[in-house]
């Protein structure tokens, strides 16, 4: 059984041994329109590595971003999802020392659930000492998770559709492999979003041509992805299931939704929020530095970070095999 006394938390400059790594993106959910359905990794990185056990049970260190926000007791979701596949596979969890380093900021709609669960998924399989093929991995982490979007693009990478099957529970996926010229920035304010919070304030229904509205733009979206060129217009953003009802709870959200730029291709909420995201071919320092001031006004400081889509998903080193290969 995994308590407090057989976890810690790492910090300092120490580095973790990253040879046999499981390595996992950050991800981008929803991306406007596609709310539920699709998900874009991205250069941000979740690394967890399976270590020989310093004492009985399964000890949890980590060092990384909100180390507060981070439990290290039995609802750690790395954890879970190692528990998770040993009920899976009726095994008992081995004594390990699981080792995470992260880079994903916490709370804030860039996928660090979805990461910590694959990579825990992952580490279960390897301790369990058995092979999980992406369909696997992708099942099971949708069941934690609640939703197979994040969690498909932190397995597969890319740019990935997804959905759950209602019968089978099996996650359908396609992915489309994202242009190196596809500049990202991601601005973050300081004001974690618990996902709980943010599904709260959503309607139990919507009318017909709010449905049709979004499913208009997302249609238009994928078809744009899915076609290998940056031929994204900002009208393929617009939502009207979430977004507007999210903005409530994010100061300045709605300005950043508003904002207009000769070379932005499309700005939207990641994920649940409170990070907004931001697509450009030229000029995304210009663009990060309109986002961060449209918060600044509303009275929320905020950081931009550049990224790249991350076309590699999770990335099993102990194999030197990407899940998605």
């Known amino acids: 059984m995994l308590t407090s006394s057989t976890c810690a938390s790492v910090s300092g400059s120490a580095s973790f041994d990253s040879g046999s790594a499981i390595i996992v993106p950050a991800t981008s959910a929803n991306l406007g329109c596609a709310f539920d359905c699709a998900a874009l990794a991205l ?35 790395v954890a879970q999802a190692i528990r998770r596949v040993a009920a899976h596979v009726r095994a008992e969890v081995p004594d390990a020392r699981i080792e995470i380093e992260n880079e994903i900021p916490v709370g804030v709609g860039l996928g660090s659930s979805a990461a910590a669960i694959v990579a825990g998924i992952l580490a279960g399989a390897r301790l369990c000492a058995i092979q999980l093929e992406p369909p696997g991995v992708l099942r099971l982490a949708a069941e934690i998770e609640g939703h197979p979007d994040n969690v498909a693009a932190a397995v597969l990478g890319g740019f990935v559709v997804s959905a759950r099957c209602e019968d089978s529970g099996e996650v359908l996926a396609f992915k489309a492999e994202m242009p190196e010229e596809l500049e990202i920035v991601a601005v973050i304010p300081e004001l974690p979003m618990p996902t709980a919070q943010a599904r709260a304030v959503l309607p139990a229904a919507y009318n017909r041509a709010d449905a049709v509205h979004n499913l208009q733009r997302t249609a238009l979206f994928v078809a744009a992805m899915f076609s290998g060129r940056l031929d994204l217009q900002r009208e393929f953003f617009r939502d009207r299931l979430h977004q507007p009802f999210r903005g409530a709870l994010i100061p300045g959200l709605g300005g950043c939704l508003k904002l207009s730029h000769p070379d932005l291709l499309g700005v939207f909420l990641s994920g649940a929020g409170s990070s907004v995201l931001a697509f450009a071919q030229k000029n995304i320092a210009e663009i990060a530095e309109l ?35």
């Open 291 to 325: 986002l961060v001031a449209e918060f600044q006004r509303s009275g929320l400081a905020a950081r931009a970070r550049f990224l790249k889509a991350e076309n590699r998903g999770a990335q099993n080193c102990a194999t030197h095999a990407a899940l998605s290969a």
């Open 43 to 77: 250069n941000l990185y979740l690394r967890l590595r399976v270590a020989s056990p310093r004492r009985s049970g399964l000890e949890i260190l980590y060092r990384g971003p909100a180390p507060e926000r981070v439990p290290l007791d039995d609802s750690n979701l």
